[in-house]
């Protein structure tokens, strides 16, 4: 053994390299046969016979699809906005407030829907809306989606809040600033990074939530996801290939830039 | 900011996940105590039928017959989902291990990679293995014009691709938590285990095992919860036929119509994952309190 020019070298392991480098193949591999497939022009899924776009221009045609893409970004977008804003007002009030008493039972609370499993969520929320007799189509689904979003919204809002420290606020408070201007002036700008990140990642988790959806959806309101799965029971086609591809990519777009502006900010305080 | 003040601002998140999410889990407890409404929904007379029916079945001569089939699904989501965590942390480990003995940026650049999966859409990501396993797929494909095989391996439809896509979902939610707590290890530690002659093995043994331990225990509840009530990977990769609890309460719901038995279900699931979680809470408390 050579060990004796660097007998305590503990940061490298032999073989964990390897490992690591064979996990992220595991985790990319599959999506990249995925995106290779919904390019290949044969019908026949797995044989290779040239690219081609035809796949996408099908999908692009078919009025199901664009049907069910307008609902899922109705839901999303409204979602989004919903959500984002309760979660900032929840983050305010954890890290700058003054929650004498409860104050484990309300992060437990806002905690739940990261914790239940996604199928208790989706039948207790259909039960919840059949109880009642709700049948708003579209609005119980923008309801269900707003209550799993405000955890991932809070979670950077909360981050950012807790990073940069209550100094600067204090120093507009000796100022004479009043809440609101110390909010307008101070908090809310420093906060508008963490409050877009928590946004895109409120979009994405609605944009691609399937089994809430499926199980609350009704015939007008199927959205995207729950319309893909449907094509995915029916069998593997060139069609599904290309409507996956174009759902993977629109998450990783928007998920790389929540974390690359995640990071920036981390930085800068 | 003062304490009215403060209400207001929690209040909504409070209401919302109250009414809509912690409400609707005690009228499913309700529910499950109901009679099933053959068209869906549930009629008034109370009764503990549901949870009868996880162990007899009710007969033509309305005599009840001990048939087990039900505790079986059961049985087997537990272990598929004991399974997955334990591959996850064998496979988990080492990895947060890597990442943790590597420079900043590499870390970071590491880390962004491992999350990233996590916020693909589970229907895309297990779809993906459909299209690996099924017999006209990559991989038969692979092994035929290899000449291993003549005859396509049946590689989708049971357990086996049940647990690949359940590890495949879950694997990045056991290497975060892990990381975050060895992130933190003093390296003098490990380079006094090294000076005091402690090999590899020992100084895993006997100090990153035992400071890696919370995080490990965090990243098996991320993973064994989620898994135990996975609907995707036994409905796709399952082919539908080997059910698990999740594929079984959602069957409740549609081509089954027996709400208060899938109630019934997924009450059981919630208050064991809850008692867990709470057993959890107690203990690091306590560890914290000694500490």
């Known amino acids: ?269 | 900011m003062g304490s009215n003040r403060t209400m207001l601002l929690i209040a909504p998140a409070v209401l919302i996940i109250g009414i809509f999410m912690l409400i609707p889990m005690f009228i499913a407890v309700a529910y499950s105590f109901m009679t099933a409404n053959p068209y869906g929904g549930v009629t008034p007379p109370a009764t503990f039928d549901a949870y009868v029916q996880f162990l007899f079945q009710r007969d033509f001569d309305d005599s009840l017959v001990y048939s087990p089939d039900y505790i079986f699904i059961i049985l087997r989501s537990v272990y598929l989902a004991a399974a997955t965590t334990v591959v996850c942390l064998v496979l988990g480990l080492p990895v947060a291990w890597y990442i943790v003995c590597q420079t900043e940026r590499r870390r970071q650049a590491l880390l962004f990679f491992i999350t990233l999966p996590f916020w693909i859409n589970t229907l895309i990501r297990t779809y993906c293995w459909i299209l690996i396993l099924r017999d006209e797929g990559i991989a038969n494909n692979l092994l035929r014009q290899l000449g291993i095989i003549a005859q396509p391996l049946p590689l989708l439809y049971h357990d086996g691709s049940i647990l690949l896509g359940l590890i495949y979902t879950f694997l990045p939610f056991m290497v975060l938590p892990i990381y975050s707590t060895l992130e933190r290890i003093d390296p003098r530690l490990i380079e006094a285990a090294y000076d005091l002659y402690a090999d590899r093995i020992a100084v895993f043994r006997r100090v990153i095992w035992p400071l890696a331990k919370p995080g490990a225990l965090a990243g098996a509840s991320l993973v064994f919860a989620p898994a135990l009530g996975s609907f995707l990977a036994p409905d796709l990769l399952g082919g539908g036929k080997k059910l698990l609890i999740g594929s079984l309460i959602q069957m409740q719901f549609t081509s089954s119509r027996n709400w208060p038995f899938g109630a019934a279900l997924s009450t059981v699931i919630a208050v064991s994952i809850l008692l867990v979680l709470m057993l959890r809470a107690r203990r690091s408390g306590r560890q914290e309190s000694r500490a």
């Open chain 1, 1 to 269: 053994m050579s060990s004796a020019a660097k007998p305590f070298d503990w940061r490298y392991t032999p073989g964990l390299a390897l490992l690591t480098a064979a996990i992220l193949a595991f985790l990319y591999a599959p999506l990249l046969i995925l995106v290779a497939y919904a390019f290949n022009s044969s019908r026949m899924v797995t044989i290779w016979s040239g690219f081609s776009l035809r796949w996408f221009v099908q999908v692009a045609n078919n009025g199901d699809i664009r049907g069910t893409a307008v609902n899922s970004l109705i839901i999303a977008v409204a979602a989004t906005i919903a959500s984002t804003i309760i979660a900032t007002m929840g983050a305010l009030a954890l890290e700058r407030g003054n929650l004498s008493f409860g104050r484990g039972l309300v992060t437990g609370l806002i905690a739940m829907p990261l914790v239940v499993p996604e199928i208790v969520v989706a039948i207790t929320t259909l039960i919840f809306f059949s109880s009642l007799g709700m049948h708003y189509g579209l609005l119980n689904l923008i309801i269900a989606h707003t209550v799993f979003c405000i955890p991932f919204a809070l979670l950077p809002i909360q981050a950012r809040l807790r990073g940069m420290g209550g100094t600067l606020e204090e120093a507009g408070r000796d100022l004479y600033a009043d809440e609101w201007r110390l909010f307008r002036r101070i908090t809310l700008p420093l906060l508008a990074p963490a409050i877009a990140a928590g946004a895109i990642m409120a979009f994405v988790v609605s944009l691609d939530d399937f089994l809430i959806s499926m199980m609350v959806s009704s015939a007008g309101s199927t959205t995207l996801p729950v319309y893909v799965y449907g094509m995915m029971r029916l069998g593997v086609t060139p069609e599904v290939n290309a409507i996956s591809t174009i759902l993977l990519v629109v998450s990783l777009i928007f998920v790389a830039a929540a974390l690359l502006l995640g990071r920036r900010y981390q930085r800068s305080v």
